[in-house]
């Protein structure tokens, strides 16, 4: 069992569509980080979301941290190819880091 | 570009052997991170050291080992390779005012065969 699940697991979409993506733990976090790999390279850091209830907008990309801090969602809005990749959450309950399951997003032009 | 870099970028061995990966850190940054990446166990977080002491331990074998020099640079030292550690294995580094805010290289990838 994982300690960050991310759901879905796959998803792809047509240009233009939004979309969200899910972190889900049993476990309080005092923040949570989102990344975007690219195939054959490193995780790049999105944001970090520290307070429950947070929402944070990172242009067409909203990041929202869950009100008991178990929790965060990201939503794409009109999806651009670009925004292809492996989105991950992350997070550090106790003295190690964990990366989420991943969630692949394909999006078609 | 994050500022960390790895090399080397492709590593090719034979099971048994023994490998050094190296990692430097963005500038000023006094933590650095290894992980490794697979395709069915995702990425997982090996060690942490901080300023060349060992700050948290993940699921790192005991075949494996890493340290962190006086200049920040860290290794990470694999040993009586398996087939099952071929994988992509990441540094990353981050500052003493954002710990769980990470800045990953580029990657090594293992093959192990």
């Known amino acids: 069992t994982q300690l960050l699940e991310q759901s879905p697991q796959f998803l792809s979409i047509q240009e233009g569509e939004n979309l969200t993506v899910y972190c889900n733990s049993s476990s309080v976090f005092s923040s949570l980080q989102w990344y975007r790999q690219e195939p054959g390279e490193g995780p790049v850091l999105l944001v970090t979301?520290?307070?429950?209830?947070e929402v944070k907008k990172l242009k067409r990309l909203t990041f929202q941290f869950g009100d008991a801090r178990k929790d965060s969602s990201l939503h794409i809005t009109a999806a651009q190819p670009g925004d292809t990749g492996l989105y991950l959450c992350?997070?550090?309950?106790?003295?190690?880091?964990?990366f989420g399951t991943g969630t692949s997003l394909t999006v078609i032009p | 570009d994050s500022g960390v870099t790895q090399t080397p970028k492709h590593l090719i061995t034979a099971t048994g052997q023994r490998v050094t990966l190296r990692c430097s850190p963005r500038?000023?940054?006094?933590?650095v991170y290894w992980y490794q990446q697979s395709l069915d166990q995702g990425l997982q977080f090996l060690i942490q050291?901080?300023?060349?002491?060992?700050?948290a331990k993940g699921n790192i074998l005991e075949r494996f080992s890493a340290q962190q020099f006086p200049d920040l640079h860290s290794e990470l030292n694999l040993s009586s390779l398996e087939l099952g550690d071929s994988a992509l294995y990441f540094c990353a580094s981050s500052g003493w005012d954002s710990p769980y805010e990470q800045y990953f290289g580029p990657g090594t990838r293992l093959t192990v065969t």
């Open positions: 500038s000023g940054d006094l933590s």
């Open positions: 050291y901080y300023n060349g002491e060992e700050r």
């Open positions: 979301v520290v307070t429950g209830g």
């Open positions: 992350a997070g550090e309950p106790g003295n190690q880091f964990y």
